[in-house]
């Protein structure tokens, strides 16, 4: 086991990766809540890992079939309840990339840019999987991307020493593989008990948080999946409040966006909606402005004055 010093995010290859997500579980910490569906920001815990790792080929989730924001296949360890190695091998029949992202169903801040910078240490290092550490140290061995062929080979010597894959830990597994680890305090916390889930809950409400996660959870819920200029809309919102009325501000960006979906729908056409509103509430500024000059009374003072 080696340590990862991270490099800047890529994107997958061409050869593209799958996802196996880990959905199941008794939740015994959580009084047998169904965990990857509580809600974190307003989105189940499921749905926020599946949006990190939306790029993939394919995404199977073991677990009993639920309503998700993104398509899925669903698999189920037999017998279930068989544990974290007997669901991983579920979901891996399923797959068929070169490499596999496994992740847990109870990562609230995991994001695009973790599973690019583990496939990014798996791809370049040689290894045969990559995966976080939390700030303790500990590994996470379900939040990780391996080679699929590598994990196959592990899994059927497993099978044949045990006669079976039920109830083994994840250490039988990672501990056979050459492994890396990847640091990130923030993306490797899971929701473990009713504290980490309040924990959760009150981080990204924080300040520096709240926008982005509301941003996403917004284009989960509306099926969107379109990066835009954050700051160029709210400064359009701002110049709206201002310059026209305070109301203007939420009927122009939805105008904006209404524009922009009927020109395709796409950032440059947002971008494009945009500066051109902006550009009409600065002009409707600047007229109101001339105006309230013209209307002033002239100076008493000016020689021209009487």
Do not use: N
């Not at 990672?174 to 899971?190: H, M």
């Not at 889930?197 to 981080?203: C, G, K, N, P, S």
């Amino acid at each position: 086991m080696t340590a990862y010093e991270p490099q800047p995010a890529g994107t997958p290859g061409a050869d593209g990766y799958d996802a196996v997500v880990l959905a199941g579980g008794t939740a015994r910490r959580l009084g047998g809540t169904d965990k990857p569906g509580v809600r974190v920001g307003g989105r189940a815990l499921l749905d926020r890992v599946l949006a990190a790792c939306s790029d993939a080929g394919t995404t199977v989730v073991v677990s009993a079939p639920r309503p998700t924001v993104r398509p899925v296949t669903w698999a189920h360890e037999d017998p279930p309840g068989g544990g974290p190695v007997a669901a991983l091998d579920a979901g891996l029949r399923q797959t068929r990339a070169a490499q596999v992202v496994v992740l847990s169903a109870d990562l609230p801040f995991l994001g695009p840019a973790t599973v690019r910078r583990l496939l990014g240490a798996l791809r370049t290092r040689g290894v045969e999987g990559a995966l976080l550490s939390d700030p303790g140290g500990r590994d996470q061995p379900l939040v990780a991307a391996y080679r699929a062929s590598a994990l196959r080979r592990e899994l059927d010597a497993l099978t044949l020493e045990h006669g079976g894959l039920t109830g083994l830990p994840l250490r039988r597994l990672a501990g056979a593989l050459e492994l890396i680890r990847v640091s990130d305090p923030v993306a490797s916390f899971d929701c473990d008990t009713w504290d980490d889930i309040a924990a959760a809950r009150a981080r990204i409400r924080e300040h520096g948080h709240v926008l982005d996660e509301w941003i996403s959870a917004a284009k989960d819920e509306l099926g969107i999946d379109l990066d835009v200029d954050t700051g160029l809309l709210l400064d359009l919102a701002r110049d709206a409040a201002h310059g026209v009325a305070r109301p203007a501000a939420p009927l122009t960006t939805f105008l904006v966006g209404y524009a922009a979906g009927r020109a395709g729908g796409g950032p440059e056409e947002v971008a494009g909606a945009t500066r051109k509103a902006v550009a009409l509430a600065l002009r409707w500024a600047d007229e109101a402005a001339g105006a309230d000059d013209a209307g002033k009374a002239p100076d008493s003072s000016s020689p021209d004055a009487g």
